[in-house]
């Protein structure tokens, strides 16, 4: 009877264990939705917690810029896709590992679509994934990676064409990118010296596969200096 009883309560006791690590992980990840929990963009990022999902309704969403400055393990995604939900602006990821974007159409008027920085060399971004976007008309490149120290670097799926520069920047220090199942079409239509790709000097182990090139200002791809 004894025995018995210390069965039961060693399975109980169990079982609350396993409760609360379920709680514990429910807790530990949300779901942020704009514009019905936050108003904007932003105001969702600087909530946001390590795990958590930014989930943006259709629309244009006029942020310029939005900053993700110190951030780790965040995803900011559309409920609908890129046809239907608009940033008009600069997505600045700074200093923040672990970020992805996904499923927007990014325009930015006067600079780059998304623009990468870090202040500690010693501390690269890394794990970055933009997945699925329309990155197009920007004023500057599509995606920018200039005053930085990045590795770890996903591009997958994005229509990256038409913008002032480069379609996409590698120029910084950065390692371990890949560049896959892209468009990048029609880049430097600002400026002459516009690449569909960019490669700088000190970046290293890119691998670009699958991918339609065509039609940029200079070079398709460019491994620069």
Do not use: W
């Amino acid at each position: 009877m004894f025995r018995q009883s210390l069965k039961q309560v060693s399975l109980v006791a169990a079982v609350l264990l396993v409760a609360c690590a379920a709680v514990f992980v429910s807790a530990s990840a949300a779901d942020i939705r704009v514009p019905e929990d936050y108003p904007s963009i932003q105001a969702g990022v600087d909530v946001a917690l390590p795990g958590d999902t930014i989930i943006v309704g259709p629309g244009t969403y006029r942020e310029d810029p939005i900053t993700i400055d110190g951030k780790t393990d965040i995803a900011i995604k559309s409920s609908d896709g890129a046809d239907l939900t608009t940033i008009r602006g600069t997505i600045n990821i700074k200093d923040s590992s672990g970020i992805t974007i996904e499923g927007f159409t990014i325009s930015s008027p006067s600079g780059d679509g998304i623009h990468f920085a870090t202040t500690d060399p010693t501390a690269p971004i890394s794990g970055i994934v933009i997945k699925d976007n329309n990155i197009v008309n920007c004023a500057k490149s599509g995606m920018n990676f200039n005053g930085s120290h990045y590795t770890d670097v996903l591009i997958e799926g994005n229509d990256i064409s038409k913008n002032g520069l480069h379609g996409i920047a590698l120029v910084g220090t950065g390692e371990n990118i890949s560049i896959k199942h892209n468009t990048i079409n029609k880049n430097g239509f600002l400026d002459s010296r516009g690449s569909g790709v960019f490669i700088g000097g000190n970046v290293t182990n890119v691998v670009i596969e699958e991918n339609v090139i065509t039609g940029n200002a200079f070079a398709n791809i460019h491994p620069g200096s």
